[in-house]
């Protein structure tokens, strides 16, 4: 395999400390290495930004309720196709691109890994099929747990073993990688038109709470060591005052340690903080709850968050949380997609657009900066857009923007119709801090990669780690004349590597790289109740049989990386 | 001695029933017997072991008559004909595995040719609907367990997907129905007293055609107000009762299929059809689900729409994707004898398109990809045959509900057959080395 | 002398067509199971046809000899069904409206009585219509 070595960029890496110094990074056989031989390509950084490749931790980008949307909506498509150009295949799609695209789109803005936030496990082979078809970053996706009918017969008594058994053997027949939990029980009582607005709400027929089974599968999570924490969307998503449920929610960690191999110190990674931060009562007096969400997140160091930030644009929102996705074709009148999913989990697919013009609109983007920006350790708090909820993913460039710029913030505040109302129901206006680009490193690389368990593979720059090094057209030497460069300079790298193999080159598209699927193998305990229940609920309920659950073979996951976890003591 | 395989996939409806069992004799070169499947899955497993099976590619010539080619000649008259045409169309994918439409959709954009599906006669107009109002729909399983209010709107299950009842919507027990067809009442709505209709609780035997006054007249009952005495044949009463059916219901479906996908009023009856069942959500819990004729046209939908962005009438001769039914659309393309070669595979299109267009594929170059001898192949050029998909090889497909199964493979094609992705890959190595491409 | 009658056509599946196109559409078991009208009784009076008497399907798109048989999911009087496949596509309207798909259902057809014209097999019927030089 080719070596590189990356000469005279300013280096940022928050896993080594390296703040914006002259360092040269060597690659070899796709590992960042020492030192290379004298035939190494040499590449000039010079007056230039090398970062780690950026970690993605929470995004719907394959799947089933990703394609109903691109099926359902081809106006997504007018003015967003790109033809097919060299190696590169087409595209088309703005918030909910097409795999090829998607691909594409991750690589040029530096991105190594991509996380599908919510895979509905009976589809697991469809992520997988476009997973497979979502060239050059690595991916894993996420099973959701949080409604599942084993999950919750099992909690009802309080069994963590079998629910981490049953945690474990799900994991491995999809190729997921972590415990994802959306709108725990909300989900399943919206198999009967209900929903669970607080943790305490009783789930039909179950006869369990939320935060029962919250509580639950942090520690099935925990008792197994999976490198992920417990990933949750919780209840009351989007609701003024949804707030409170999300302390109530945050609460449920307290005192729980974290148990794992991995490097994690989280239990609990709460996902688009922004959406679940809201205050008031309606509409009307809707407000920002940002700080007493980050309080305590500042204060309890087992939590990690993401942002979930809301970028202005016309967008599709999509959720395994059903109910909240019909309580939103109420509200805005546009097309309403819903798929329950037998014994499982639900999706809800709505258009959405984030208008500037519109006061509530204003204020989610105004929550969403504040939450980064409140945030006091940087390695415990994500940039996201929940891809595509609250905006595309390929306008990460301008939330930083945002973020790393006051000006850009005020500018964005003086453009808005109710710009007193931003500030009246917000603190944007009082906030001055500019994330740094170490900060931002942290944000998007090192922090996340973390939370993953994965801080030993990707996420920074040490020798031995993945080669996946991004160079951006940025001269920290320099102060930035105007806030959009900074934009300009994270939409298209320079230059990146992917596990050592140039794959972006003055923003192109060089080469289609080597695509991994993560997946997290674990070995535990054999469980033969667990087992018998499983083949009991295929015979009787599921829809399929067991024998074809699996996702299994070349075609759903090509090139297989599997992270070993052995939980048999 | 005789293996049995178990939990084979039926690759033959959109049920795509995955508890077949298939005996094979030892050397897994016989079929012998199958159990659990309807008679239609029976006899496409069983219809693979006939002797008369074409199985070399045939090119037609001069006087008509057929002659026997090698499979690389076939694929280097594909790809040369693919690589001259300005407006290829290539059709079906319906039943095919995703591996194999996944390199057809390459071959298509290197081609920059027309890619449709079966849905263009089947639910095209469905999926029209559903980017105007959106879908609420469910996996099978959750009528298997919650059900209680089952309509049957312009389908015939009995007919077409014979094991649906049976496996799915109306007489398994499942985890809150524990008294199978006891807990459900079924509706069906057809012009004719089918077998489904026989079955049902209520009929309403619609006028054929006037599917879109009644789903209004539903919308109406709901709200309970002024109907006329009869609409679309149906008494006001019956029409009260049948949505006093419905909202009383806990959790209720509406499975629809030709009968309102293809009569005139078209999308518009599915869009209505989705309105009633989103006015439904507001009293009780309620989904819709287009009964998906082919076993995997459900997949190529999927498949068309994560790589070009739109589920069928895929346009690509510009370099990137478009979509505009009535426009990019076979029929539409055909009968404006646009399209100057026919590609065609897993469908035929000779034997369920209007004659007009049939006639159209008859007069350019074209090539047909399927096991049997079809009315299509008996129109195009070149006929090649391939091992049956599900069969004599495995591969994902997607069910009516989206729910993706891999097929799988219960016996050897017979000797020397190609299945559609080996061919097809022929295919695209050749069309890249002509065209030039990365 | 019997007169034509119309009617309104609609196609559709049938389990008997289904499992004629698995065994082999070149066969005379797809023309038994799809090159039949499926009729009323009355409207086989009407005609002034015995059960199982070929008969000439004709509409503005084409005209197709089918076997004229009682429904068996009837009664639909003024309503007939061909089964899906060449004999129905051979008279069905193809107008699309803009929207893709042919109006397979809701064809106003004349249908005549042909006791002397023979119902074609399907591939045949269909090289026929095309005009397709067979060897
Ligand atoms: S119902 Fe459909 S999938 Fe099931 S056995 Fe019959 S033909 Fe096959
Ligand atoms: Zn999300």
Same mark, same amino acid.
């Given at each position: ?14 896993? =080594? ?51 109903? *949307? ?9 003015? @967003? ?42 589809? @697991? ?80 027929? /179950? ?5 029962? +089974? ?14 992920? @924490? ?5 209840? &009351?998503? *989007? ?46 007096? /809707? ?14 160091? &087992?939590?990690? +968050? ?105 500018? =964005? ?11 009246? =129901? ?26 993953? *368990? ?35 300079? /994270? ?20 080469? &289609? ?21 499983? &083949? ?9 049989? =067991? ?15 599997? +992270? ?6 | ?25 030892? %050397? ?23 002797? %008369? ?272 039914? #009535? ?22 299109? #000779? ?88 | ?135």
């Amino acid at each position: 395999m080719a070596e590189f070595i990356i000469k005279n960029g300013h280096v940022f890496d928050p896993v =080594q400390g390296i703040k914006g110094d002259k360092k040269d990074i060597c690659i070899k056989d796709g590992k960042i290495v020492d030192k290379v031989s004298g035939s190494a390509k040499v590449i000039d950084a010079k007056d230039k930004t090398v970062m780690a490749g950026a970690v993605e931790i929470h995004a719907h980008v394959a799947g089933p309720k990703v394609n109903l *949307g691109r099926i359902y909506r081809p106006e997504d498509k007018l003015f @967003s196709c790109t033809p097919t150009k060299g190696i590169e295949r087409m595209g088309g799609g703005a918030s909910i691109p097409t795999t090829f695209k998607t691909g594409y789109e991750y690589a040029k803005m530096g991105f190594a890994v991509a996380m599908e936030a919510a895979m509905p496990p009976l589809f @697991s082979r469809h992520v997988h099929e476009e997973i497979r078809d979502t060239p050059i970053i690595d991916e894993g996706a996420f099973p959701v747990f949080g409604n599942n009918w084993f999950v919750l017969e099992y909690l009802k008594n309080q069994e963590i073993e079998n629910t981490a058994a049953y945690c474990a053997w799900l994991l491995k027949v999809t190729k997921g990688y972590a415990i994802k939990v959306v709108n725990p029980g909300g989900t399943e009582a919206w198999g009967w038109g209900l929903n669970c607005l607080t943790v305490n709400d009783p789930v039909p027929y /179950f006869d369990i709470t939320p935060a029962e +089974i919250i509580k639950g599968l942090i520690e099935a999570n925990e008792y197994l060591g999976l490198p992920h @924490s417990m990933h949750i969307h919780p209840n &009351n998503l *989007g609701n003024p005052g949804c707030y409170e449920t999300t302390l109530d929610t945050l609460k449920i960690a307290a005192g729980i340690k974290p148990k794992n191999k991995f490097g994690r110190e989280q239990v609990m990674h709460l996902t688009h903080t922004q959406f679940h931060s809201y205050g008031g009562t309606n509409w009307g007096d /809707f407000e920002s709850k940002a700080k007493e969400v980050t309080d305590f997140v500042n204060k309890n160091k &087992n939590i990690t +968050i993401d942002t979930g930030n809301v970028t202005l644009d016309e967008t599709t929102t999509m959720t395994a949380d059903g109910p909240f996705e019909h309580h939103l074709t109420g509200l805005n009148h546009l097309k309403w997609a819903n798929c329950d999913v037998e014994l499982e989990t639900a999706a809800g697919v709505v258009p959405y657009i984030y208008s500037p013009s519109i006061s509530v609109c204003a204020i989610q983007w105004a929550i969403g900066l504040e939450i980064a920006l409140m945030m006091k350790d940087p390695m415990r708090c994500y940039v996201t857009t929940d891809h595509p909820n609250a905006g595309p993913f390929t306008r990460y460039p301008r939330v930083y923007k945002w973020l790393m710029s006051e000006k850009a913030r005020k500018a =964005q505040i003086e453009a808005f119709k109710h710009k007193d109302k931003v500030l009246s =129901q917000t603190a944007i206006g009082t906030l001055d801090r500019e994330i740094s680009l170490y900060e931002l490193a942290q944000m998007t690389r090192a922090g996340p990669a973390k939370s993953l *368990g994965l801080a030993a593979m990707c996420g920074g720059l040490k020798p031995g780690m993945d080669a996946d090094v991004a160079i951006y057209n940025i001269n920290p030497d320099k102060p930035i004349a105007n806030p959009d460069d900074i934009e300009k300079a /994270f939409s298209r790298c320079a230059a990146f590597f992917k596990s050592g193999v140039q794959v972006v080159s003055n923003g192109e598209i060089v080469n &289609n790289g080597n695509k991994r699927t993560l997946w997290v193998n674990v070995k535990a305990k054999e469980n033969p109740q667990v087992m018998r229940d499983i &083949n009991e609920k295929f015979v009787k309920y599921y829809s399929m049989t =067991q024998a074809n659950y699996e996702a299994l073979g070349h075609h759903f996951v090509p090139n297989p990386y599997a +992270i070993e976890v052995d939980a048999t003591n | 001695m005789t293996k049995t395989i178990t939990d084979v996939i039926c690759p033959f409806c959109g049920t795509l029933c995955d508890d077949i069992e298939v005996t094979v004799s030892d %050397d897994g070169k016989k079929l012998l017997e199958v159990a659990n499947a309807c008679v239609i899955g029976t006899e496409k497993f069983l219809h693979s072991q006939s002797t %008369d099976r074409v199985t070399k590619p045939r090119i037609r010539q001069e006087d008509g008559s057929w002659k026997t080619i090698s499979y690389e000649e076939a694929a280097d008259y594909t790809a040369k004909a693919l690589a001259k045409a300005k407006k290829p169309l290539m059709y079906g994918w319906s039943s095919t595995n995703c591996e194999a439409q996944s390199v057809g959709n390459e071959i298509a954009e290197i081609a920059k040719a027309c890619c449709d599906n079966t849905a263009a006669v089947c639910h095209g107009t469905t999926l029209i609907a559903v980017q105007d109002i959106g879908l609420p729909t469910c996996t099978l399983g959750e009528i298997k367990n919650r059900a209680d209010r089952i309509i049957f709107w312009g389908c015939n299950p009995a007919h077409a997907h014979p094991r649906h009842m049976s496996r799915y919507s109306i007489f398994p027990r499942g985890f809150f129905t524990g008294k199978g067809q006891m807990s459900r009442k079924m509706i069906v709505v057809d012009p004719r007293c089918t077998d489904t209709a026989r079955m049902a609780d209520v009929h309403l035997q619609v006028e054929q055609g006037r599917d879109y006054e009644l789903l209004n007249a539903l919308r109406v009952a709901f709200k309970g107000e002024w109907l006329p005495d009869v609409v679309a044949g149906i008494p006001a009463e019956k029409i009260r009762e049948a949505a006093d059916l419905m909202k009383s219901g806990r959790f209720g479906i509406i499975f629809f299929g030709m009968g309102v996908t293809q009569s005139l009023s078209k999308n518009h009856n599915i869009d209505i059809a989705i309105a009633v069942t989103k006015d439904l959500n507001e009293y009780t819990k309620f989904s819709i689900m287009p009964m998906r004729g082919h076993y995997n046209v459900t997949g190529s939908g999927e498949v068309f729409a994560w790589q070009f962005g739109f589920p069928y009438s895929v346009d690509l001769t510009r370099g990137f994707a478009r979509y505009n039914p #009535g426009d990019s659309s076979s029929i539409d393309l055909l009968k404006r004898g646009e399209v100057d070669m026919m590609f065609t595979i897993g469908s035929d299109p #000779g034997a369920h398109f209007p004659i007009s267009a049939v006639r159209a594929i008859a007069k350019v170059d074209s090539v047909c990809i399927d096991p049997h001898i079809t009315p299509t192949s008996g129109v195009s050029k070149l006929h090649v045959p391939v091992a049956f998909n599900g069969v004599e090889c495995g591969g994902n497909c997607y069910r009516m509900d989206n729910v993706p199964i891999d097929c799988r493979k219960v016996v050897e094609p017979p000797e020397g057959m190609m299945t559609d992705l080996d061919f097809l890959t022929m295919v695209c190595t050749r069309l890249k080395k002509l065209k030039g491409a990365a | 002398m019997a007169q034509p009658i119309t009617v309104n056509l609609i196609s559709g599946r049938t389990i008997q067509q289904g499992v004629a196109i698995e065994s082999g559409k070149e066969k005379p078991s797809y023309r038994t199971a799809c090159g039949i009208i499926e009729m009323d009784p009355s409207d086989l009076k009407r005609l002034g046809a015995w059960k199982n008497t070929n008969v000439k399907v004709t509409s503005d798109y084409g005209s197709v000899v089918v076997k004229a048989v009682e429904a068996t999911q009837g009664p639909h009087p003024g309503v007939a069904f061909i089964p899906m496949g060449p004999w129905a596509n051979s008279v069905v309207s193809d107008n699309t409206y803009s929207t893709g798909m042919p109006t397979f259902k809701g064809t106003p057809v004349k249908i005549e009585i042909a006791i002397n014209e023979p119902v074609l097999l399907g591939v045949e019927l269909v090289q026929r219509q095309c005009g397709v030089k067979v060897g």
